[in-house]
């Protein structure tokens, strides 16, 4: 099956700065999403994004399918964006794949 | 956005029991599934259903069941409950529309099993 690669695992900022976040994938993808998950485990849809760029407020993200990798903009981050965030990449079949996701605290 | 809705939150229960977790949703998306998670790891797909009647297992082996005879309704059964079964439970729905096939995460059930 399709791998999903995210990077870095843990991740810790000042707020009001800047990250990146990436995903490697191992195939070609028709759906690809990026998730929030919330200290309490609730699971937000932030992007479907299998190729191009999108942006919501202060997140942005790239995919760039040729290439099998995308990433996630956060800028001036704030407390609450902790959490976990997780790529999770599908074919024709309409089920997902996850990556391990990647843990970001934000301290103010 | 999917109104998606899992009962209980939170489950004690002892091993052998029979338990049914609830899954519903408002939104008459076709497209359903259940995932499980354990602290710090990521998701994996249990089941899915692409509509009434039909289900499908995922990728990770799993000793529970589902049913879908409602479009709104998809409830994971455990006929005898076992420490090892201890996790977390999300269910998911999602519909394609207007170029995207998005999944919608209910706030998941957290199993524990003594």
């Known amino acids: 099956g399709i791998q999903v690669e995210q990077s870095p695992p843990d991740l810790i900022l000042q707020e009001g700065a800047n990250s990146t976040l990436r995903c490697n994938f191992s195939?070609?993808?028709?759906?690809l999403q990026w998730f929030h998950q919330n200290p309490w485990g609730q699971l937000i849809n932030l992007f479907y994004i299998p190729s191009g760029t999108k942006q919501n407020g202060r997140l942005s993200a790239t995919t760039v399918a040729t290439e099998r990798y995308s990433l996630l903009y956060i800028s001036s981050s704030q407390t609450t964006d902790s959490g976990v965030y997780f790529c999770a990449v599908g074919g024709s079949n309409y089920k997902l794949t996850f990556g391990k996701g990647t843990l970001l605290t934000v301290n103010p | 956005e999917a109104d998606i809705y899992q009962t209980p939150r939170y489950l004690v229960i002892g091993t052998g029991k029979k338990i049914t977790l609830e899954c519903s949703q408002t939104m008459g998306h076709d497209k359903m599934y259940w995932y499980q998670q354990d602290p710090g790891m990521e998701l994996h797909l249990i089941h899915y259903s692409y509509g009434v009647n039909s289900t499908e297992k995922g990728d990770l082996s799993s000793e529970s069941t589902v049913s879908r005879i409602r479009t709104e309704h998809f409830p994971l059964t455990l006929e005898s409950a076992r420490p090892s079964h201890t996790s977390q439970y999300l269910c998911?729905?999602?519909?394609?529309?207007?170029?995207?096939?998005?999944?919608?995460f209910g706030p998941g059930t957290r199993l524990l099993v003594l």
């Open positions: 195939d070609s993808v028709n759906n």
């Open positions: 998911a729905s999602s519909e394609y529309s207007q170029g995207q096939e998005t999944q919608y």
